[in-house]
């Protein structure tokens, strides 16, 4: 995707060096150089979305497997290892990709999911989890 719009804005920023330089092609770059903004935004619109994480089913993964133990961003066995913010930035996982990991693999007391729950799933009530850490749980 990031190789996509660099050739993009490369193109683009050819385009009206040429339209610069040439004064009668200008009619026909001007409006090339505004369908390339165009692609250049739709391609970040399209993006952005697409890496977004469903909040929604990871909530709804987290009533379903998680909450037993870690009900209101708790933790009923191990009470140092809370889903809270502090905990997990002084655990060193407060961020997506450590939450991802520790959730699929497991660790200590916790089982792994990576036979439970799809690769979307784990993201989804990863970021959920960050979400809701990031809210202090309210
Ligand atoms: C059987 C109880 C149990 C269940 C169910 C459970 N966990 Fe845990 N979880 C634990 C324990 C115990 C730890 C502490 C592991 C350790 O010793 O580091 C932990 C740690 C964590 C941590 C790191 C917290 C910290 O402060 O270090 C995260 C994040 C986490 N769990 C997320 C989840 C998610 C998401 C789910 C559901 C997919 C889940 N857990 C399901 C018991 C559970």
């Known amino acids: 995707m990031p190789t996509i719009l660099s050739i993009n804005c490369a193109i683009d920023a050819l385009l009206l060096c040429l339209s610069a330089l040439c ?20 391609w ?12 929604t089913q ?15 961003g708790g ?14 930035e002084k655990n060193q996982v407060a961020t997506l990709d450590a939450v991802i990991a520790l959730v699929t693999n497991g660790k200590a007391n916790m089982s ?8 979307a799933e ?8 960050l979400d809701q850490a990031q809210k202090n749980w309210k």
Do not use: M
């Not at 004064?23 to 001007?30: A, D, S």
């Not at 191990?78 to 502090?86: A, E, F, N």
């Not at 784990?122 to 989890?129: K, R």
């Open 23 to 42: 004064t009668t092609w200008r009619r026909v770059i001007v409006p090339l150089h505004l369908l390339f903004l165009l692609t250049v935004c739709l």
């Open 44 to 55: 970040i619109g399209a993006a952005a979305p697409a890496r977004a994480s469903d909040l």
């Open 58 to 72: 990871g909530q709804q993964v987290f009533a379903l497997h998680c909450a037993g133990c870690h009900e209101g």
């Open 75 to 88: 933790n009923i066995v191990r009470r140092g290892k809370t889903l809270k913010l502090k905990a997990l």
């Open 112 to 119: 792994a999911y990576v036979d439970r729950l799809t690769p």
């Open 122 to 129: 784990i993201e989804n009530v990863s970021a959920y989890v």
